[in-house]
C-alpha cells in the first residue's frame, strides 16, 4: 500500500488543527507555513474535508477553518477518506480481476491486509495523535519557530 501525498496531507493538516482547535479557527495559510503544505493544495484537501463534514469554515476577522466534530471522534481512515484515497493493497482495487480478469492466487492475502489497514487507521484518532508527547513536542517546535502561539494570542485578545 501506498499512500498518496493526498492522504499524507490531508492528515497532516487535519491533525494541525486538532492541536490548535482550542485558540480558535485556524487558517490555510497557517497550516500551509508550519507544514510546508501549498496553500492551494490545502484549499481543495479543504474543500473535500468540508464537504465530508469534518472540518467546518469561520467567516469574518480570527476565521479559519475548525473541527466539525469533537477530535475523539474523527478517525485517521475518515480524512483518508473524504479525499479520495482508499486503504488497499490489491493490485485490482478490489474487483477481483488482478489476473486476465479473474481473482490471482494471492488476492485475498492482500484483501485481508487491505482490512487490517483500514481497521488499524479507524481505530486512530485526531485525539490520540495530539495526546502523543511526540507530537505536541514538534507542534511547539513549529509554533516556536513560526511564532504561531504569539500571533494567536495577540488576534484573540484584539477581538475580545
Not at 492551494?40 to 472540518?55: G, I, M, N, P, T
Not at 478517525?75 to 482508499?86: F, G, Q, T
Not at 478490489?94 to 491486509?113: A, P
Request: net charge negative; hydrophobic share 35%; proline share 2%.
Amino acid at each position: 500500500m501506498r499512500l498518496s501525498t493526498k492522504g499524507r496531507y490531508a492528515v497532516t493538516a487535519m491533525l494541525d488543527l486538532a492541536i490548535h482547535d482550542r485558540v480558535g479557527p485556524v487558517t490555510l495559510a497557517d497550516i500551509s507555513q508550519c507544514q510546508g503544505i501549498s496553500l492551494s493544495y490545502l484549499e481543495q484537501l479543504f474543500a473535500k474535508l468540508r464537504k465530508d463534514s469534518l472540518v467546518e469554515g469561520v467567516r469574518g476577522p480570527g476565521g479559519g477553518y475548525r473541527l466539525a466534530r469533537p477530535s475523539d471522534q474523527i478517525s485517521i481512515a475518515e480524512i483518508i477518506h473524504a479525499v479520495d484515497e482508499k486503504v488497499d493493497v490489491t493490485r485490482c482495487g478490489g474487483h477481483e480481476d488482478c489476473q486476465g480478469g479473474e481473482r490471482c492466487l494471492t488476492h485475498e492475502l492482500w484483501k485481508d491486509l487491505s482490512q487490517q489497514l483500514y481497521d488499524f487507521l479507524d481505530g486512530i484518532t485526531l485525539a490520540d495523535l495530539v495526546d502523543r508527547p511526540d507530537v505536541r513536542e514538534i507542534a511547539r517546535r513549529q509554533d516556536v519557530r513560526s511564532q504561531r502561539d504569539r500571533a494567536y494570542m495577540m488576534l484573540r485578545s484584539t477581538a475580545a
